[in-house]
């Protein structure tokens, strides 16, 4: 009706060029808003984080640091020391071409009952991957994932020798604070890679209006 006021609502179903006009003659517009769904969810690239015991330990010397003592590293990992630990020098060449000249000696087996000592501390944000570059300080050992509550939930399952190079993948299937350390004694480390799986990061719709 001529002169009377009206609130309506349409929809586009695509993205496009668009024109709001007129098919009768002139109206008048007073306020135009147009709201635009939000689109998929848009994958974030995957984080990787990297200890490098030859690039980024300090060299320490076996009773250094004390049981329960830490240090973080790369604003990532967390050493776990205990008195045992050392990082001392060790020259080894990986399958995959990977370098190293130094490693993190664990000493002992990972004590969840003295605050995990014996181990490495990382924090993910989702599911992750991580990838060990070890040699075994004896026959039959491995590496193990233990949860914040001390439990074992990995650990790697390879017929170990001493004094053997491996490289190991791992994994963690949601966020949380887990520890790598070593269930059946002393294991070198050499590196270590924690790979998050990429997130999906939802887009907020816009809205765009002209009053």
């Known amino acids: 009706v001529k002169n009377s006021l009206y609130i309506t ?3 586009v179903d695509a993205a496009g060029t668009y024109y709001l006009g007129v098919p009768d003659g002139s ?3 007073f306020k135009l808003e147009v709201a ?21 330990l300090p060299a320490t010397e076996q009773g250094a640091k004390a049981d329960g003592e830490s240090e973080t590293f790369k604003d990532y990992f967390t050493v776990m ?3 045992k630990n050392k990082i001392d020098g060790s020259n080894k060449t990986f399958d995959d071409g990977y370098t190293a000249t130094q490693r993190l000696n664990f000493g002992g087996k990972t004590a969840p009952d003295k605050g995990m000592i014996n181990s490495v501390m990382f924090k993910t944000e989702g599911a992750a ?3 060990l570059w070890w040699v075994s300080g ?5 590496f193990a994932i233990y949860n914040d509550a001390g439990e074992i939930l990995v650990k790697t399952e390879v017929e170990s020798v001493k004094n053997s190079l491996y490289i190991t993948e791992l994994a963690v299937d949601a966020a949380g604070t887990y520890y790598l350390g070593v269930p ?12 998050e799986a990429a997130a999906e990061v939802p887009a907020e719709p816009q809205t765009y209006i002209l009053d």
């Open 138 to 142: 004896g026959d039959g050992r491995q």
């Open 27 to 29: 109206n008048y517009l």
């Open 129 to 131: 991957n991580v990838k």
């Open 9 to 11: 609502e349409l929809a």
């Open 184 to 195: 059946d004694g002393s294991n070198y480390l050499f590196k270590l890679e924690v790979a």
């Open 81 to 83: 020391y205990s008195a």
């Open 36 to 56: 635009e769904a939000a689109p998929a969810a848009v994958p974030a690239e995957p984080v990787s984080y990297v200890l490098d015991a030859t690039a980024d």
